[in-house]
């Protein structure tokens, strides 16, 4: 994976997210298959990376089994409570769990050295790549959704503070996926990672990070719906804080040119293009 040989490396990150693909299309089919009472295990073919058949097991010996694995990586993945998130899953669901924690407990990793902004960036792609491809299985699972909150939003602030200019795309790349899939059951986290990821970034001087928030926000704000949740949801709400309203303002400052920005770092061309996508 942190081969020097490109090759090496495209060919290891093919196989990862190919792999992440293969045990989340698993547990869609499990959840499926346990409404009628029974579950289907499936396995993906080398050639057309389809899913085939290969055995059905019954409720026990899925739990079973759950177990075992959840004794196995419960010190790898961490979480106190994971034996107990096991219990109530499915074999699939479990597989698919245990991985997105601990995908997002490589993204918490700080970016010190090459191999750990590697690392990072490693994460936070698959992480990206999983959050645009899952159906209600994952936005409708209280176990996932409950994961996203404490495993993908810890990881999501480490990363947001970043200098590196990769890592921070990738942050507003998972955030605009959180804001028009998931917001509904991310309330509290919205309120905290807006200000920290978008609003901050906006009055900031750093020009990469400025480009980035307003490219995710000419598409997430081609959500009508998005934008009425958000002014409904933070600021008619007496105790939460008036995103909406800091957002309007923020950009107002930048297309009339009254923002803070280092002279040094931006041209002209640059200053009209970042007052051009504010609008």
Not at 217 to 229: G, R
Request: hydrophobic share 40%; charged share 25%.
């Amino acid at each position: 994976m942190f081969s020097k040989s490109p090759i090496n490396r495209a060919t290891s990150k093919a196989m990862l997210t190919q792999m992440l693909s293969i045990v989340f299309r698993w547990m869609e089919t499990d959840t499926v298959a346990s409404a009628s009472g029974s579950v289907v295990c499936k396995e993906a073919t080398s050639n057309d990376r389809s899913i085939t058949k290969v055995d059905q097991v019954s409720f026990n010996d899925q739990n079973e089994q759950g177990m075992n694995l959840g004794d196995e990586l419960q010190n790898f993945v961490g979480g106190t409570d994971i034996k107990k998130d096991l219990e109530s899953m499915n074999i699939g669901q479990r597989d698919a769990l245990l991985l997105f924690r601990t995908i997002c407990k490589m993204g918490m990793k700080e970016d010190r050295d090459e191999v750990s902004t590697k690392m990072c960036l490693l994460s936070l792609k698959l992480l990206q790549s999983l959050l645009e491809g899952v159906s209600h299985s994952f936005t409708k699972n209280f176990l996932f959704v409950d994961s996203t909150k404490v495993y993908l939003s810890y990881a999501l602030l480490r990363a947001s503070v970043s200098k590196s200019p990769a890592i921070f795309q990738y942050v507003t790349g998972i955030f605009t996926v959180l804001l028009l899939r998931l917001r509904e059951g991310l309330k509290g986290e919205i309120g905290v990672f807006f200000p920290s990821i978008i609003l901050r970034s906006l009055d900031g001087t750093d020009l990469s990070q400025k480009i980035s928030v307003l490219r995710m926000l000419e598409k997430v704000c081609k959500d009508s719906q998005m934008l009425v949740d958000l002014f409904v949801n933070y600021d008619c709400d007496l105790e939460a804080p008036n995103l909406f309203e800091c957002m309007i303002t923020t950009l107002s400052k930048i297309a009339q040119g009254t923002e803070s920005v280092d002279p040094k770092s931006v041209t002209a061309s640059q200053l009209g293009s970042i007052k051009g996508s504010s609008l």
